[in-house]
């Protein structure tokens, strides 16, 4: 009897590996689609001139007269809004296109959303046209919507539960070298300059056209396959080709007793999700990660870098290589996160980032108001965005995709990824929207606003959110009954999945206290 209990928990022991059809599938995705949203963040700051410039150049050719500062400021805050508001509509197209076309077949169609508007921004010096900009940026922004939402959850279903976390946060360490990358692009000797950008800004559609190409060779979401087509041959095949063993069984065992309770449940809608008892906490959860992700002041703090570099007696010149050199430590502690992630778990690396993020704004604030009379304060505020950015990527940044992804079942999880890239949007379009006035009414003062919200969202994460490092997306389900008061039930016997074989045979349910 103990040498069958031994023989039936020893698959469930097995930890998965990187094999190379999961590593490439990973990098193609995260580089075809997730290096696109950073990117597009950063590719219209360093030409920001030369782009006025033009549509100057423009409207004087139409109507002969120059174009009033007024407008021009308009138009560019057009330009540079519109991305974050493209995003938001892309969130909202998340849920019918994920279950419609798949993760992957998801992920392919996007592309249309980054090869058009790159084509169209490519052409837009040609066409005499800065109208073409700003409907490009809404359309590029539609494909950064959907790819930081699709490619964590992609990711996510694609992983072994030991490396789901670290390769979640793969996606948000592209985004970091896609800032890096158009920052590199817009030194003046590169591509920041008066002929250079329209390149740039149509570069975007290269790792589109790549990741096109590319990904159709790589397998489709198993837990997609089975448990929302029913198609277990290919769910078996996607398997074995991801995890480099003949013997999947113990995961598609999983993703039936899943399979059977999505047949009670059906799949959900937002509407629906907001309503569902037993997943309240996880959406409130990932609502204020998310909001605290994009409130915290990253935007605020990329914003005033110039002028704290210039006050510390940079060189206007040389300003370009520090901000490269912040987008360089940025990906480098993303990095460190991919391999700790799994150790330290992701609840410590949040607690850590929020608490340095809140810690530097502080700093920064004393900083900002003492660097006009004492002579080294400007150091300390170069050493507040360096920490600031340091905290951001090793926790605010990445973690809250892959936590989305862990705390919520399959049926669910494309309306909570609609609801979670909704916030993540309106937010950043807000702190874009709203931040001029605070700087103007407040001014350094404003940093004291985004540590009260870190704070905030330190506390609600140490209080709420749980350790779900290594666990099963049943398991995590579990782990949040109590706190939704309802009973989560594995079968008839109500026991862990690794347990009972039986406890497969039966359906989970939810049952209200």
């Known amino acids: 009897m103990a040498k069958e209990n031994e023989d039936w928990t020893k698959p469930v022991e097995r930890k998965g590996r990187l094999t190379v059809v999961l590593a ?88 249309i959303f980054s090869i058009v508007p790159a084509v169209m921004m490519g052409v837009s010096e040609i066409a005499k046209s800065y109208e073409i900009i700003i409907v490009a940026r809404v359309i590029v922004g539609i494909c950064a919507g959907l790819s930081s939402n699709v490619v964590p959850m992609y990711l996510g279903e694609l992983s072994p ?8 946060i793969v996606p948000q360490l592209f985004i970091t070298v896609g800032i890096l990358s158009a920052q590199v692009l817009g030194i003046r000797n590169i591509l920041g300059n008066s002929t250079g950008w329209p390149l740039m800004l149509g570069l975007t559609g290269v790792p589109a056209a790549i990741e096109l190409l590319l990904l ?65 906490w996880q959406l409130v959860s990932i609502i204020i990660m998310n909001m605290g992700q994009q409130l915290s002041g990253v935007n605020a703090i990329y914003y005033y870098a110039d002028s704290i570099y210039a006050s510390a007696g940079v060189k206007e010149n040389d300003i370009q290589y520090v901000t490269v050199g912040t ?27 929020f608490g340095i ?52 079942r399959q049926s669910a999880r494309p309306a909570a990824f609609m609801v979670a890239g909704s916030v993540h949007w309106l937010s950043n379009f807000t702190v874009g929207l709203i931040f001029p006035f605070l700087e103007a009414g407040l001014g350094s003062y404003s940093f004291i606003i985004f540590s009260v919200i870190c704070l905030v969202t330190l506390v609600y994460i140490w209080l709420v959110v749980p350790e779900t490092k290594s666990k099963t997306f049943l398991e995590i389900s579990q782990m949040f009954a109590k706190r939704n008061k309802v009973e989560i039930k594995l079968g008839d016997g109500d026991l862990p999945l690794k347990e009972t074989k039986e406890s497969l045979e039966g359906v989970l349910t939810v049952t209200s206290f």
């Open 24 to 111: 490439l599938a990973t990098l193609i995705s995260a580089f075809g689609s997730s290096f696109q949203y950073g990117y597009n963040v950063a590719v219209v700051n360093s030409p920001s001139v030369f782009m006025k410039q033009f549509y100057n150049t423009t409207y004087m050719g139409r109507y002969s007269r120059p174009m009033e500062d007024n407008f021009l400021t308009l138009l560019w805050s057009l330009s540079v809004s519109m991305y974050p508001l493209g995003g938001f509509f892309g969130s909202l197209m998340v849920a019918p296109l994920v279950n419609k076309l798949g993760r992957k077949g998801t992920l392919l169609f996007n592309n």
């Open 161 to 168: 539960k030991n490396l789901r976390g670290a390769l979640g």
């Open 216 to 280: 159709p060779f790589f397998p489709e979401s198993p837990r997609y396959m089975l448990i929302q087509k029913g198609d277990e041959k290919t769910a078996k095949a996607a398997l074995q080709r991801l995890r480099g063993w003949e013997d999947v069984e113990e995961e598609l065992e999983e993703m039936r007793l899943e399979e059977q309770s999505e047949r009670a449940e059906g799949r959900l809608s937002v509407l629906s999700l907001l309503s569902q008892r037993s997943l309240r």
């Open 327 to 353: 987008g360089a430590v940025n990906v480098f502690m993303t990095i460190a996160a991919v391999f700790v992630v799994e150790a330290s778990g992701r609840r410590l690396l949040l607690l850590c980032g």
């Open 357 to 408: 993020c809140c810690a530097a704004c502080v700093v920064l604030t004393i900083a900002l108001n003492f660097q006009e009379t004492v002579t080294w304060m400007p150091y300390i505020s170069i050493a507040c965005v360096i920490v600031y950015v340091i905290g951001h990527a090793i926790g605010p940044s990445p973690i809250p995709y892959v936590v989305t992804t862990e705390m919520f």
